[in-house]
Nanobody, 113 residues
């Protein structure tokens, strides 16, 4: 049974940075693609960044150039480095095994203007 534990969220001013972490267990992490999603109040959950098992990355247009997804297979952890944060980045952020069904509890990111 896959478990995902997100951490690293918080309150930051616009223009600031945060690094999110997601510790994954219950799967062979290294062979799975991973994604970071977010859900703002009143909005649908959306994919913001993804990384394949080989390390290829993809980003939504809204975060491209500001966010970086990375993985450490030795630590079974996926990261999301978020720079130049904007108030519209405020959301609960979740990681997920791409193609899987389980979600973690998420981590709240709040960006003040």
């Amino acid at each position: 049974q896959v478990q995902l534990v997100e951490s690293g969220g918080g309150l930051v001013q616009a223009g600031g940075s945060l690094r999110l972490s997601c510790a994954v267990s219950g799967i062979i992490f290294s062979i799975n693609a991973m994604g970071w999603y977010r859900q703002a109040p009143g909005k649908q959950r959306e994919l913001v960044a993804a990384i394949t098992s080989g390390g290829s990355t993809d980003y939504s247009d809204s975060v491209k150039g500001r966010f970086t997804i990375a993985r450490d297979n030795a630590k079974n952890t996926v990261y999301l480095q978020m720079n130049s944060l904007k108030p519209e980045d405020t959301a609960v952020y979740y990681c997920k095994v791409q193609g899987g069904r389980s979600w973690g509890q998420g981590t709240q990111v709040t960006v003040s203007s």
